[in-house]
């Protein structure tokens, strides 16, 4: 039994069938991650990196194809009846019951599949309704919720059983920048007294620079780098990072990327006025030049450019090579 | 680092716990709209009234308009567990086409139905709502769960067919010739309870179908109606060929349904049915332990090939 760890994978790979003749997917491949009691854990990592499948092996609802996991010291194979009494899994997105029952009938629904008495349920439905912003609403049919409180009662739902591990696949979609503001206060609040552990994916980098102790940056089923947000920024200090917005967009990205010294890029195109904002990555600065020759043969103009301290995004790209957008 | 252990007690709770509260989704979430139940209740006995009628007019035995009766009551079932909020002429013709040879078979097939769309197919349902995966991560029994949606779908459907077939006597006043009511109970009892064995034991198998529920649920349809007697006692009139009769008391409606027969319609006691007795608790002994060996098969098989969860397949 692993002490201290909450969560941990040692040579965790996962298999999936692929489409005939073209071989098996490989989503997982020999993932090792250590997450202790109290941490919050972020997996970054595009669609299809193999977030979700980590959570779901984690989560006793996938099988690996190798490898050994362990939620609080217990083998997830062997021993997933007892590893779902200690967690509980929110989804973002998913629709959290049924859409006829109320908010509150939903909650204790749920709260039955934990075994809650019905004191213990009913005060449990109450803190965490006024604490998610759902207690005007306890009445309410799921179905005629919007999708951030239906995304709000499917984290009430998560936190029924008050688990000591949580996992959070993508929590805040569908939130407004106020309600997933709230939703990470409240999480931090949650783990207050050092017992409870989360492991988080999201998209959203700054979510996971704010909440997360560690963050795993997750490619292609390999763990690229597992560090503090701040120690994963630091190891970029010597890396200028930039952000150009050009007008028109670059059609033929890959022919910047193959400049030389250029680590990582992703660009983001506004729609409405046809400029893109590119973030780079580089070795050092002398690579500017080529750049900015390269944007100007591209026939593109530079609207405005200026440099940055490394963010978690920065981080992400020059490890991926690519942004997440 | 010090785990909770839970005891077989605790454990039992915990189970019946969950059965409760998934009996209670069923039944607060099948009655919460008034209007359903009593559309689900009327309008059936509006169809059964035409067809007592039409017997009646072309001079058939009274037995016959009992018959028609009991199996108006299906018809709540087809609403419910198929037609609900389909309106469309193909749907209410295949409706019509059902209810054409009603006899007293017709409550049976009521709740085969309500096996095959409410029960057989939750899985697949709570899967595509996304629930599925919180039962898969929640600490309880599977078997618990659906034993909950059986009980719920019991109730449920019981209380629909109870009212028009009390709605049904008392409009038309259809005698029955039934003398042993406690047998009858028992029986239809059994029935019931093998009938949703078999929808457990579907469930299960039906765990990681997508789409394909559909069809495979209309393929059980027709070929039960036939076997089972819900247009023709097949087991009782000897003009049917013996490999069919043989066939069809593999189906549990079948059994259930020719006991009931013999006792509501044709006035007989427990000396005439204690073989379908036997038959009905020998379907539940197997039924119920196959249940739940599937479920933990398609468990295992859907985390190894990753479509427990998988939508959309």
Redesign the interface.
Known sequence: ????LSIETRSLR?L??GVPGAGDVVALDSVDLSVEEGEIFGLLGPNGAGKTTVI?IL?????PTSGEAYV???EVVKNA??I??????V?GG?????G??SVK?NL???S????LSRDGARDRIKQLTDQLGLDTYVDSRMSKLSTGYKQRLNLA?GFINNPAVLFLDEPTLGLDVLSAKQLRTFIRSWMADGTKTVLLTTHYMAEADEMCNRVGIIDRGKVLACDTPQRLKMKLASRPSWKIEITPNIQDLDSVRTIQGIVGLSETSNIETGASTLKLVLEDESVMSSLLSKISQNGSKVLAMSKSEPTLEDVYISLVGRGLQ | ?S??T?GFR?EL??NL??A???M??RI??GN??ATHFIAEVFLPVLTIGAYVILYRSLGLPSTLGSAVILGGAMIVFIYTGFFAGRTDSASLAALNGLIGFVVLGGVMIAFWMNVLWNMSAQWYWEKE???L????????SRMAILFGMSLGGMINTSIRALGILILGVYVFQVPFQLHDIFTASFIFLLTVVALYSLGMVFASLYMLYGREVWHTNQLLMEPVFFLSGSYFPSIYISAIPFWVQLAATAIPMTVGLDAIRRIAIYGGDISTVWLHIVALIAFILVLFPLARKALNFME?LG????R??LRWQ
């Open positions: 039994m692993k002490r201290d996962r999936f069938k779901k989560a006793t609802l996938l099988l609080k010291g217990l009846p007892k779902r009494r200690l967690i509980n899994l989804s998913e629709t959290p019951g049924y006829i029952l009938e204790w629904f749920f039955q599949l934990y075994g739902r | 680092m785990l909770p839970i605790d709770l915990s716990k969950a409760y509260a998934r209670w989704v607060k979430g919460r709209e709502m996304g629930n995966e919180m039962y898969m991560v929640a600490p309880v295992s985390k190894k090939e990753g427990l969860t």
